[in-house]
């Protein structure tokens, strides 16, 4: 038997947590304690659990210490995300309230269709389009699995990030017979799907992975949410959850700062506003657990390099490569600045006449124009002139740079506003074609 399998055998009798089922997905590794095991992600720093151990509620604190015992012989610290109250109570650890998690009783939901008419409105208009949502069984999953990996594919390119690892990766085909899936079809091509897993403990379904094609219509998500509670609700299943809404509900100052700061990169408050939608009966409040006598900053930072998968540097750098509309915002609040001084009647100097100064600063004019554009909605045609303009730019500089400017550096500022000239330009152009290839694919 291999790890895996007495990790399942083990999550059949104890997997209470939602999350439990997600250590069967690639990149975990298991401790095991007798009846028990922790999956978790070394970050060679950190053993970061996904969830409490897979164990008995009676055990819960036993197990919590000695796996902090073979993570301390070891030399790594602990960390455990997305627990929730029964562990805290169990075992007693401190822990950072990190968000909420949305849960509803699949009998109630044709009561909360019913009640919602934005929710219709959503189910309505889908098939309207002409969207059909149906079960995918286990047979017709081998056969249309080269569809579903370019529809990953596609929805991994039109998210702003970088894609993350530990509890947010997208492989949802691992012990597929475990697994219940539903796609939504429109002339018989694949436009959303939504995976299943299965909560043991609790007779419960988490909804996992959502995967809605850029082009897909309106209301599609609703449709896959609307058959895959009908089908709880057919089999007996006693709750569902659609999982963490990060940093929603009543989560510290920092956390809140985190979240208010963070809406240019990952709409928070969007898909909890999602989330709501939908009527759930509750929100669970979901936890990062720490061992007494250790730091929570150290856990964040330890949790966030679990998601970041490839280092934190890594993960930033090929974010900022996907030029989302905060760093493209930013490099047009730059361009206004740098377009203010070059105007000055000081910086006459640096140009070989006034007509090639105001040339310059009205080409920077409509270039910042553009990027404005560009960062309240990307639109693929201006994008590709804006890449070919900020190319132009950069080589027409160094030119300048090399022929005229070159020979009238006479001092260390002078040396960095040339370079600065230069490498502006470059970074912009290489961010700008990297974005132009990266919202392409999506």
Request: hydrophobic letters at 50%; one cysteine or more.
């Amino acid at each position: 038997m291999t790890d895996r399998e007495r990790a399942l055998a083990l999550l059949e009798k104890h997997g209470w947590n939602s999350t439990s089922f997600q250590i069967l997905e690639p990149g975990f590794a298991y401790w095991f304690d007798e009846d028990a095991c922790v999956g978790y992600v070394d970050t060679g720093r950190a053993w970061v659990a996904a969830g409490p151990p897979i164990a008995a509620l009676d055990r819960l604190n036993e197990t919590s210490t000695r796996f902090v015992a073979a993570a301390t012989a070891a030399g790594r610290r602990v960390c455990m995300f997305a627990t929730e109250d029964r562990f805290r109570d169990a075992a007693g650890w401190p822990a950072l309230r990190i968000g909420e998690q949305p849960m509803w009783s699949p009998s109630e939901w044709n009561d909360a269709v019913r009640a919602k008419k934005s929710l219709r409105e959503q189910l309505r208009r889908a098939r309207a389009k002409g969207v059909v949502v149906r079960a995918l069984s286990i047979d017709e999953l081998a056969g249309r699995r080269a569809e579903l990996d370019a529809l990953i594919a596609r929805w991994l390119a039109s998210r702003t990030i970088a894609p993350m690892g530990f509890l947010v990766q997208v492989d949802p085909f691992v012990f597929a017979e475990r697994r219940r899936f539903f796609i939504a079809e429109q002339d018989g091509r694949i436009v959303g799907f939504l995976g299943v897993i299965p909560i043991y403990a609790r007779g419960g379904w988490f909804f996992e992975d959502f995967l809605r094609d850029p082009t897909a219509p309106n209301g599609t998500i609703e449709l896959l949410v609307d058959a895959g509670m009908r089908a709880a609700a057919a089999d007996g299943v006693a709750v569902v959850t659609l999982g963490l809404a990060p940093l929603a509900g009543d989560v510290g100052p920092i956390l809140r700062s985190a979240r208010k700061f963070g809406r240019a990169l990952y709409d928070f408050d969007g898909l909890r506003a999602f989330k709501a939608k939908l009527s759930p009966r509750a929100w669970d409040p979901i936890f990062l657990s720490y061992p007494p006598g250790t730091s929570s900053v150290r856990a964040v930072i330890d949790t966030l390099t679990a998601f970041a998968r490839g280092g934190l540097l890594r993960f930033g750098i090929d974010t900022l490569l996907r030029g989302p509309a905060i760093v493209i915002r930013l490099l047009a609040a730059a361009l206004v600045v740098w377009t203010c001084l070059l105007a000055l009647p000081s910086s006459a100097s640096w140009f070989p006449s006034r007509a090639w100064q105001y040339g310059w600063v009205g080409f920077d004019v409509v270039l910042g124009a553009a990027l404005f554009v560009l960062a309240r909605r990307w639109r693929q045609p201006l994008a590709d002139i804006v890449a070919v303009a900020v190319t132009a730019d950069a080589a027409v500089t160094l030119v300048e740079a090399l022929a005229f400017n070159a020979a009238r550096i006479t001092n260390v500022i002078d040396v960095t506003i040339v370079t600065a000239a230069v490498l502006a330009p470059t970074f912009a152009s290489i961010l700008l074609w990297n974005a132009r290839v990266h919202r392409s694919s999506g």
